[in-house]
Every structure is written in C-alpha cells, then in structure tokens.
C-alpha cells in the first residue's frame, strides 16, 4: 500500500483524510491518506523515510509550508513565484513542491461568481497561507493589496505589490475594503475564542465579502460577528476541497506515467 498525508503540527482536527480517502475509495485509487503531526525537530527524519514508508505524496500545512522548501528540489508554478509550499511529491530521489491552495482559493471564488477584478483586498497574516492568497489576488486583478500582519518584515520581499503593510495598531479605513481574508490561525481549533478584527468595532463597506480560511469550527468568531451583521461569509472548506482534489490530480499524473520508480503506476 502506498501513502499521501498532511504534514503540521497539532493538525488532528484536519477533515483532508475524509475527503482524500473518500474520493480514493470511490474511484478505486489504490492510495490512504494518513495524518503526519510531527515536530518541527523531526521533519529531517520524516522526510529521509519517505521512501522507507511508501509514502508517495503528501500536502503541507500549518507551520510548515515555507519550512519545507528546504527539502524541495524543484518547485512548479505557481509554488515557484509564491514561495510556499502545500503540495509534495516524493520521487525516489526528490521531492516536487506545488501549491494547490492557490487553486482552492480561486475555484472557491469562482463556484459562487464572485468577481475581485479591480476590487480592494485586505489579507490579514503574511506567511506561506497569505502568500499563496496574494497571488491568487493578483492574477484575479485586484486593483489593490493591502495586508494586516505583526511583523511587516516577515516575508516582505516576496510581497512585491503590497500597497501598504498595516499593524494591529494602525487606524485602518476597512470601509475601503471589498474582501477582508484571514489567512492567521486565529479563531480555528487552536485558537478558538481569537479573532483577527473585531468586526463590530470597525465601519465596513456595505457589501464586503469576509473570507475565513480556517474551517474548523466552521463559523469562527470572525465569521459569526459578519454574519449577525448580515455581511456575506466564506470559511475554508471549500478551499479545502478543491486544493485536495488539485493535489490527488498531480499525484496521479506523476504515479500513471511512472516518472520514477518509487512512484510507480496504477494497475
């Protein structure tokens, strides 16, 4: 039996294995997806294992989609340009970096006819989620980026066309915004009574649209204050979804046409 996972930490609330495995069983896939919740410490062992342990692919989660790049040996568009990572392959010799959640976000968008050309964006968080967020935002064509963080020097390079980089402590006018995304871990399962903005404190415009990429729980605080305010809100399931779906895409291209012995083929 060969193997796929998540890769993080403190992640077994994950619903991936449900969805992965579902959609193996159904169309007779011959893969499991397991859950690999290691520390940080032990990511060299995990990965010099891979092939030991017949694990054929596997996706990255949280604190480790910019930590993996060091153990990437080459990265596909769009991880190339974002510089994280949520997507492996495990060739006999080494290991494919994709982004996948690129993908999720903007299909996502796309189910609900959502249109953010020449919109204005707020991404609070600047690691490898927000990354991935800013790009989809920029190949949708939004007019302007903007992004609430702690530190504005984490990762600042890599965000090229940031109008303005805010802290919590600025006097933002959110009134401007058109989508607000937390791409923090804030209100999910680790971190269940925060929230990244206290929406009933701040003016919003009319009919912005809040996007929370944590699904669990499924309304968030952040999510919950939006929607007693009757304003339009997204969790991350979808997302969830449809970058699984993207990576099962990419282990199977790699695994049907036996690019390395370690993958194999599908009989």
């Keep these: 039996m060969k193997y796929t996972g998540l890769l993080g930490n403190n992640i077994s609330y994950s619903k991936s294995p449900d969805i992965h495995n579902k959609y193996y069983?159904?169309?007779?896939?011959?893969?499991?997806?397991?859950?690999?919740?290691i520390k940080e410490e032990e990511l060299p062992y995990f990965i010099k294992n891979?092939?030991?342990?017949?694990?054929?692919?596997?996706?990255v989660t949280i604190p480790y989609k910019t930590k993996i790049l060091e153990y990437i040996e080459k990265l596909e568009h769009p991880a190339d340009k974002i510089g994280a990572v949520n997507t492996?392959?495990?060739?006999?010799?080494?290991?494919?970096?994709?982004?996948?959640?690129?993908?999720?976000?903007?299909?996502?968008?796309?189910?609900?006819?959502?249109?953010?050309?020449?919109?204005?964006?707020?991404?609070?968080g600047n690691g490898g989620s927000a990354l991935c967020i800013y790009y989809a935002l920029m190949d949708i064509g939004c007019k302007n980026i903007d992004v609430l963080c702690r530190n504005k020097y984490k990762n600042k390079e890599k965000f090229r066309k940031i109008r303005?980089?805010?802290n919590f402590h600025n006097d933002i006018e959110y009134e401007q915004y058109d989508i607000?995304?937390?791409?923090?871990?804030?209100?999910?399962?680790?971190?269940?009574?925060?929230?990244?903005?206290?929406?009933?404190?701040v003016k919003l415009k009319k009919d912005v649209l809040i996007y929370d990429l944590n699904y669990k729980p499924q309304e968030t605080l952040?999510?919950?204050?939006?929607?007693?305010m009757g304003i339009t809100c997204i969790n991350g399931e979808d997302m969830l979804k449809f970058q699984a779906y993207k990576s099962i895409d990419i282990w199977k291209i790699y695994m049907l046409n036996g690019e390395d012995k370690k993958v194999g083929k599908f009989k």
């Design 25 to 37: 069983y159904e169309n007779n896939i011959p893969l499991r997806y397991k859950i690999f919740d």
């Design 50 to 59: 891979l092939y030991k342990k017949n694990i054929v692919g596997f996706n």
């Design 88 to 124: 492996v392959v495990a060739l006999k010799n080494k290991l494919i970096g994709f982004n996948t959640d690129y993908y999720g976000f903007i299909e996502s968008l796309k189910i609900r006819n959502i249109e953010l050309k020449e919109k204005n964006s707020l991404i609070i």
């Design 164 to 166: 303005y980089f805010h």
């Design 180 to 201: 607000i995304i937390n791409c923090t871990p804030l209100g999910g399962v680790n971190y269940i009574k925060s929230i990244p903005i206290d929406l009933e404190k």
């Design 222 to 228: 952040f999510i919950s204050q939006g929607k007693k």
